[in-house]
């Protein structure tokens, strides 16, 4: 088993007395050095002096995975570091990798030291017998190139980024060091818990050498202290009279300090944290937490970041969790493999259930090499995240089935033969969670726990008809568990005529009424609009939210990411399911779930980025406000339109929406909510509203505005002739700065991206000047519109217009 444990020595002493040889583990993220060439012997790295100056975590593919260049980087680069010893002694030393993408070699001193074959996980390399008292050099070989031997397929709809994608930790231990603990509930209630612990010691023990365990609660008593001979593997139990319980809403983690001690002098010491908790998933019923009947409400996570790809740094995997606790999910998957350490300790911290992944995600089953590494990629993923009570599921992978990678992969008795291999190992490893599969039928009734593939309302059928489906499915599977639904939407493009549940494109309303057509895959045909989307999701959570036999659903995906097979999305190389964008903004979509999950009081208009708006004079428009608050009054231009109470069996935004009469010009929307009577809440918007229908785009117009961080923001929208806004263009335009300042590019966002389709008529680049005193000359165009240049400075924009055709 390798983890981690990540105490400083001064946290460790105060356990007891220590040699001059206890555990100290350092981060060594800083200061090394990156040399992108393909180079396959490290012998030939002498002769190249192309090496720059990097920090970790570090990829290679942050930025050419979503450029408009088709493909991504997918070879070898390496890393170097110089690490000094002033003195070695009896220490024995080790390097700990968090992941590397995807098979790396380690070398010091220019002998190898060890290898990995698998991204997405932690290893170790030891280093002793290879240091040197002086400077050290380290030599880290990384390659994330076209591998069907290793997992995931490179069919997958997301990124394989290469590089050190996270944390990278220099240990320095006794000879003999406590290796790694891990801890079993046998028994759990509230009257009781068993909890078994294993402690497993590396190295040669001497005749006197003792472990000493010291269990505390989550208020940081001791409540039981456990002494014995060390042995290689020691094992102790400890029974807990009614234990304080972990569960979603009070995540109480007790702990357990371990000691290894040399003649009462203490050589190693690690803590580690556990909770006590029990769960069921009834047969064709709910899910069960401590007990109690506890709807999953959940979420997917890809690992990956506007303008850092994987290489995020641990705050902003805390600030992705603590988003999505504030959404009020009390469920994640990680998809579609094993994450960052810290998303799991935050996850146990924040009381968020996990359901975690193999990479196992297409591409059907492999032969013996791809089997061996598969198993391998398995057993680290449950040894090293086997103590986190938020765990409650092993996945065994995604879409296995799907697009082979070996000739005969796809074969069902060869793909369920090595998936019952896959569960009975993850059994063997850990008795006490479930296993799990998605979209993979032939193997449902292999694993513990299924998800179809259900996408009532994008992929085809309607989203009206998901309570029928959910139904169907709670008694075809024993325990059905629904992964994945949603659809795409483009942050700030809206509609006042958004296709309905039913899945039918309504008549504008500037037009006589028609008869409506009915849409097959609003995937390809939707208009990719917010209001869609909302409208959607609000639909079925009123379904999972009122759903008794239900165990519950996880949305995909929580924020939008890269992947290699959506070029022609409406920002390229974008999967824009998310809740958020890449940067971590939020859509309309995000306070929908939040007015159904979140305790803390808010209420939120739909919607903040839809400012413009026209009709005909006399036209009544629905405002919804999406609201967690018992009652909710609606002001328009001052004027009160009402007080509703909330109610999830009315739809949409369970009754909090109201017919209004726009006036032209300017429109202040406000509403404030209530609970027992008083307010705990409120939020306002302005939106300009015309009575008159733009025309055919004539030009675009540019203006810029002067951001806090000090770039500027273009904005380029379509007019028509009188200057209207147009806003039911949304064709591609293309960004280029041509003079004064770099545009933020590469980005995956709707201010980061030089080639994105218009929202409502309107698009958006950041600029970074290169001097506060110069111009900056900009360009837009797309094939409509013969001219392409517009100049703009700093201080005043200036436009060019162009004659459309």
Same mark, same amino acid.
Request: glycine fraction near 8%; aromatic fraction near 12%; charged fraction near 25%.
């Given at each position: 088993?390798?983890?981690?444990? +990540?105490?400083?020595?001064?946290?460790?002493?105060?356990?007891?007395?220590?040699?001059?040889?206890?555990?100290?583990?350092?981060?060594?993220?800083?200061?090394?050095?990156?040399?992108?060439?393909?180079?396959?012997?490290?012998?030939?790295?002498?002769?190249?002096?192309?090496?720059?100056?990097? &920090?970790?975590?570090?990829?290679? /593919?942050?930025?050419?995975?979503?450029?408009?260049?088709?493909?991504?980087?997918?070879?070898?680069?390496?890393?170097?570091?110089?690490?000094?010893?002033?003195?070695?002694?009896?220490?024995?030393?080790? #390097?700990?990798?968090?992941?590397?993408?995807?098979?790396?070699?380690?070398?010091? /001193?220019?002998?190898?030291?060890?290898?990995?074959?698998?991204?997405?996980?932690?290893?170790?390399?030891?280093?002793?017998?290879?240091?040197?008292?002086?400077?050290?050099?380290?030599?880290?070989?990384?390659?994330?190139?076209?591998?069907?031997?290793?997992? =995931?397929?490179?069919?997958?709809?997301?990124?394989?980024?290469?590089?050190?994608?996270?944390?990278?930790?220099?240990?320095?231990?006794?000879?003999?060091?406590?290796?790694?603990?891990?801890?079993?509930?046998?028994?759990?209630?509230?009257?009781?818990?068993?909890?078994?612990?294993?402690?497993?010691?590396?190295?040669? +023990?001497? =005749?006197?050498?003792?472990?000493?365990?010291?269990?505390?609660?989550?208020?940081?008593?001791?409540?039981?202290?456990?002494?014995?001979?060390?042995?290689?593997?020691?094992?102790?139990?400890?029974?807990?009279?009614?234990?304080?319980?972990?569960?979603?809403?009070?995540?109480? #983690?007790?702990?357990?300090?371990?000691?290894?001690?040399?003649?009462?002098?203490?050589?190693?010491?690690?803590?580690?944290?556990?909770?006590?908790?029990?769960?069921?998933?009834?047969?064709?019923?709910?899910?069960?937490?401590?007990?109690?009947?506890?709807? !999953?409400?959940?979420?997917?996570?890809?690992?990956?970041?506007?303008?850092?790809?994987?290489?995020?740094?641990?705050?902003?995997?805390?600030?992705?969790?603590?988003?999505?606790?504030?959404?009020?999910?009390?469920?994640?998957?990680?998809?579609?493999?094993?994450?960052?350490?810290?998303?799991?300790?935050?996850?146990?911290?924040?009381?968020?259930?996990?359901?975690?992944?193999?990479?196992?995600?297409?591409?059907?089953?492999?032969?013996?090499?791809?089997?061996?590494?598969?198993?391998?990629?398995?057993?680290?993923?449950?040894?090293?995240?086997?103590?986190?009570?938020?765990?409650?599921?092993?996945?065994?992978?995604?879409?296995?089935?799907?697009?082979?990678?070996?000739?005969?992969?796809?074969?069902?008795?060869?793909?369920?033969?090595?998936?019952?291999?896959?569960?009975? !190992?993850?059994?063997? #490893?850990?008795?006490?969670?479930?296993?799990?599969?998605?979209?993979?039928?032939?193997?449902?009734?292999?694993?513990?726990?299924?998800?179809?593939?259900?996408?009532?309302?994008?992929?085809?059928?309607?989203?009206?008809?998901?309570?029928?489906?959910?139904?169907?499915?709670?008694?075809?599977?024993?325990?059905?568990?629904?992964?994945?639904?949603?659809?795409?939407?483009?942050?700030?493009?809206?509609?006042?005529? =958004?296709?309905?549940?039913?899945?039918?494109?309504?008549? &504008?309303?500037?037009?006589?009424?028609?008869?409506?057509?009915?849409?097959?895959?609003?995937?390809?045909?939707?208009?990719?609009?917010?209001?869609?989307?909302?409208?959607?999701?609000?639909?079925?959570?009123?379904?999972?939210?009122?759903?008794?036999?239900?165990?519950?659903?996880?949305?995909?995906?929580?924020?939008?990411?890269? @992947?290699?097979?959506?070029?022609? /999305?409406?920002?390229?190389?974008? *999967?824009?399911?998310?809740?958020?964008?890449?940067?971590?903004?939020?859509?309309?979509?995000?306070?929908?779930?939040?007015?159904?999950?979140?305790?803390?009081?808010?209420?939120?208009?739909?919607? $903040?980025?839809?400012?413009?708006?026209?009709?005909?004079?006399?036209?009544?428009?629905?405002?919804?406000?999406?609201?967690? *608050?018992?009652?909710?009054?609606?002001?328009?231009?001052?004027?009160?339109?009402?007080?509703?109470?909330?109610?999830?069996?009315?739809?949409?935004?369970?009754?909090?929406?109201? &017919?209004?009469?726009?006036?032209?010009?300017?429109?202040?929307? $406000?509403?404030?909510?209530?609970?027992?009577?008083?307010?705990?809440?409120?939020?306002?918007?302005?939106?300009?509203?015309?009575?008159?229908?733009?025309?055919?785009?004539?030009?675009?117009?540019?203006?810029?505005?002067?951001?806090? *961080?000090?770039?500027?923001?273009?904005?380029?929208?379509?007019?028509?002739?009188?200057?209207?806004?147009?806003?039911?263009?949304?064709?591609?335009?293309?960004?280029?700065?041509?003079?004064?300042?770099?545009?933020?590019? /590469?980005?995956?966002? =709707? @201010?980061?991206?030089?080639?994105?389709?218009?929202?409502?008529?309107?698009?958006?680049?950041?600029?970074?000047?290169?001097?506060?005193?110069?111009?900056?000359?900009?360009?837009?165009?797309?094939?409509?519109?013969?001219?392409?240049?517009?100049?703009?400075?700093?201080?005043?924009?200036?436009?060019?217009?162009?004659?459309?055709?």
């Amino acid at each position: 088993m390798k983890r981690i444990y +990540l105490w400083v020595l001064w946290s460790i002493s105060l356990l007891g007395t220590t040699t001059a040889n206890a555990r100290e583990i350092k981060n060594i993220n800083k200061e090394w050095q990156y040399l992108e060439q393909p180079i396959t012997d490290i012998v030939d790295l002498k002769s190249s002096d192309h090496w720059i100056n990097i &920090d970790l975590p570090h990829t290679w /593919n942050n930025e050419d995975a979503v450029d408009l260049t088709p493909g991504y980087r997918r070879s070898i680069s390496w890393y170097k570091k110089v690490l000094n010893f002033k003195s070695l002694g009896e220490q024995r030393r080790f #390097l700990y990798f968090e992941g590397v993408n995807i098979t790396t070699e380690v070398y010091v /001193n220019g002998q190898k030291a060890g290898q990995h074959i698998g991204g997405y996980l932690g290893f170790e390399i030891e280093l002793t017998e290879f240091l040197k008292e002086g400077d050290n050099e380290i030599v880290v070989k990384v390659d994330n190139s076209y591998d069907p031997q290793v997992i =995931p397929s490179q069919k997958s709809d997301f990124f394989i980024y290469g590089g050190i994608t996270r944390d990278v930790w220099l240990k320095s231990v006794d000879p003999a060091y406590i290796n790694d603990v891990k801890i079993t509930l046998e028994e759990a209630s509230r009257e009781k818990a068993i909890v078994d612990f294993q402690v497993y010691v590396d190295g040669e +023990l001497q =005749p006197k050498d003792i472990l000493v365990l010291r269990i505390k609660d989550p208020e940081g008593n001791i409540v039981d202290t456990i002494e014995r001979s060390a042995k290689e593997k020691s094992q102790g139990k400890i029974t807990l009279s009614k234990p304080t319980l972990w569960s979603t809403t009070s995540p109480n #983690l007790y702990s357990v300090e371990v000691e290894l001690k040399h003649k009462k002098q203490q050589t190693d010491a690690i803590i580690e944290s556990f909770g006590v908790r029990w769960f069921e998933f009834k047969k064709n019923g709910p899910f069960y937490l401590n007990g109690e009947r506890l709807l !999953l409400r959940g979420t997917h996570r890809h690992e990956e970041h506007a303008g850092v790809g994987a290489a995020m740094s641990n705050q902003m995997h805390r600030e992705d969790m603590e988003l999505i606790k504030s959404m009020g999910a009390n469920f994640v998957r990680l998809a579609h493999y094993p994450q960052d350490p810290e998303i799991y300790k935050a996850c146990d911290e924040l009381g968020i259930l996990i359901w975690d992944e193999v990479p196992w995600c297409r591409g059907g089953v492999g032969d013996e090499v791809w089997k061996t590494n598969t198993k391998n990629m398995l057993k680290e993923m449950i040894d090293q995240n086997y103590n986190h009570p938020s765990i409650i599921i092993w996945s065994l992978g995604n879409e296995i089935y799907w697009l082979p990678d070996f000739e005969g992969g796809d074969d069902v008795e060869k793909m369920n033969s090595f998936l019952k291999e896959m569960n009975d !190992l993850a059994h063997e #490893l850990d008795p006490s969670r479930k296993t799990a599969i998605r979209k993979y039928y032939d193997g449902a009734t292999i694993v513990d726990v299924f998800s179809p593939s259900i996408w009532s309302g994008w992929y085809s059928g309607a989203y009206t008809n998901y309570k029928t489906v959910v139904d169907k499915s709670i008694q075809d599977y024993n325990h059905f568990f629904h992964m994945e639904y949603g659809g795409s939407s483009h942050l700030g493009r809206h509609t006042e005529t =958004p296709i309905t549940g039913e899945g039918k494109i309504q008549a &504008d309303h500037w037009e006589e009424e028609v008869n409506q057509l009915e849409v097959t895959s609003i995937s390809k045909i939707g208009d990719w609009s917010e209001n869609y989307i909302v409208d959607l999701f609000d639909w079925y959570l009123s379904v999972s939210e009122t759903h008794d036999q239900f165990v519950g659903n996880a949305q995909w995906a929580f924020k939008d990411f890269g @992947t290699p097979l959506r070029p022609e /999305n409406d920002i390229p190389y974008i *999967n824009q399911k998310g809740l958020l964008d890449r940067a971590g903004n939020p859509k309309d979509a995000f306070y929908v779930f939040k007015s159904y999950w979140s305790e803390e009081p808010f209420s939120y208009i739909e919607s $903040h980025t839809w400012t413009e708006r026209s009709g005909k004079k006399g036209k009544p428009r629905n405002v919804c406000v999406y609201s967690n *608050n018992a009652e909710v009054e609606f002001f328009l231009n001052g004027k009160s339109q009402g007080k509703k109470k909330r109610d999830i069996t009315s739809f949409p935004a369970c009754g909090l929406n109201w &017919d209004i009469q726009f006036e032209e010009g300017n429109n202040q929307l $406000h509403c404030v909510g209530y609970n027992d009577g008083q307010e705990v809440s409120r939020d306002s918007m302005h939106v300009n509203y015309s009575f008159e229908k733009a025309g055919t785009p004539h030009e675009l117009k540019l203006t810029s505005q002067l951001l806090q *961080n000090g770039n500027y923001l273009f904005t380029v929208t379509a007019r028509d002739k009188e200057g209207r806004r147009c806003l039911n263009y949304e064709e591609r335009v293309y960004f280029q700065c041509l003079m004064g300042g770099d545009l933020l590019k /590469n980005q995956g966002t =709707p @201010t980061g991206s030089e080639s994105i389709k218009m929202a409502n008529g309107k698009a958006e680049i950041e600029v970074i000047p290169h001097s506060t005193s110069e111009k900056i000359q900009m360009s837009v165009l797309n094939q409509n519109f013969k001219g392409s240049y517009l100049e703009t400075n700093i201080i005043e924009s200036t436009t060019t217009n162009f004659e459309y055709k």
